[in-house]
Structures are given as C-alpha cells and as structure tokens.
C-alpha cells in the first residue's frame, strides 16, 4: 500500500471515527464501569468483529449478503434488538451499593469474556459497519498489488485508529465521571446511557442496504 494512499485512508478513517457509536459508547461505559480491563476486552471484542467482516469484504461475502434482502434484513433485526435489549437493561437494572469516588467495579475473569463477547456481538451484528466497509475500504485498493496484503494493511491502521479514538473518549468520560459518581447525576447518566443504547436501536432499524 503506497504511503499516500495509506495516509488518505487513515485520515479519512480517522475522521468517519470521531463520530460516536455504539461501538464507542459501549467502551466508555466498561471503562467506566471496570476500568482500563474493560476497556481492553471490549476493544478485543470490537476488533474482533471488525476482523471479521473486513475479511468478508476481502473474499466479497460482504457484498453478497448485501444483496440478499432477507438476510440483511436479519442482520438488521439482531443488531437492533440487541442495542434495544442492552438499552433495557441498563435502564431496568437495580442500583448496586455505590463505591467511593474513583473506584471501579471489579472483574472476574469470566466476567472479562462476557465484556468481549458483549463487544463482538454489537460490533458484528451492526449492518451498518457491514455497508460502511463495502463502499469504503474498495476505494484505497490498488490493482497489481495482494489484495490480502492490502486489506490486513488497513485492518491494522483501523485497529491502532480504533484505540486511540475510543482511548480519547474513555479518558474524558473518566475525567468526568469522577465528579459524576459523586453526585445525584450518577443516575441520570445510567438512564441516559440506556437510552442512547435504545434510540442506536430503533434508528439501525432504519438502515439500508444501498
């Protein structure tokens, strides 16, 4: 991958990132919630994923389930009902006995794996990324190269952008939640947090394909 088109293509990932998501808003609350591990395992998890359906663009089965109605329909009814359940859950579920300013929640390591797992599954079952990468990633290929070669190419740059994003995101959600935690306002972000998980739902409902 020539260094020009390396630098547009990480530049113009950079940009499309900055934008917050379910992905992003599902690190902040575990960085929140379990500190810097949870973080961790849910950019595992969200790499993971991302992996994945680059290598599905790669091999063209991104493009193929695209253009089958009913099992991108599917895919949009997963990944919506799954942002809706998550959204329910956080808004339904009991308050636990408040740590002291600056403390987080610990993890048990089976606990870590539900965290990826929980990422994967939201990362994955998202057609939109599914879309974003079929008419984003083709644009910086060049002919008479590997086209492998090139696609782990930009995996890595999306991966180092990915971290440093959601790193930005979580370290000024932090900053703010010191004073948040402390405060009445720990229970409005809690609710607020849902539904922004509820409203990402309802509004990949209305993705399309083309």
């Known amino acids: 991958m020539a260094l020009h088109l390396w630098l547009t293509f990480s530049l ?4 499309t990132s900055l934008t917050p998501g379910p992905n992003v808003l599902l690190t ?9 591990s949870g ?7 969200n790499l993971s994923a991302q992996l994945l359906l680059i290598s599905g663009v790669a091999m063209g089965v991104g493009a193929l389930l695209i253009s089958l109605p ?7 009814l997963v990944g919506a009902g799954y942002l809706i359940y998550l959204g329910l859950r956080q808004l339904l579920s009991r308050d636990k006995p408040k740590l002291p300013a600056g403390e987080i929640t610990p993890v048990a390591p089976r606990a870590k794996w539900r965290i990826g797992v929980e990422a994967f599954l939201v990362s994955a079952s998202n057609p939109k990324t599914l879309v974003f990468f079929c008419a984003f990633l083709p644009q910086f290929l060049e ?8 696609f782990a ?6 991966a180092a952008i990915v ?5 930005f995101y979580c370290f000024t959600a932090y900053r703010f ?3 948040l935690k402390a405060s009445r306002l720990a229970a409005w972000f809690k609710r607020a947090t849902g539904a922004l998980f509820i409203g990402l739902g309802v509004r990949l409902l209305s993705t399309k394909a083309v």
């Open 153 to 158: 190419a930009m995996f890595i740059s999306i």
């Open 70 to 76: 009913a099992a991108f329909l599917a895919l949009k």
């Open 39 to 45: 973080m961790g395992m849910t950019l595992l998890g």
């Open 163 to 167: 971290g440093l994003v959601h790193s």
């Open 28 to 36: 902040v609350r575990n960085a929140l919630r379990y500190g810097p």
């Open 12 to 15: 113009a990932y950079l940009i």
């Open 177 to 179: 939640g010191q004073r």
């Open 143 to 150: 002919p008479g190269r590997p086209i492998f070669g090139q």
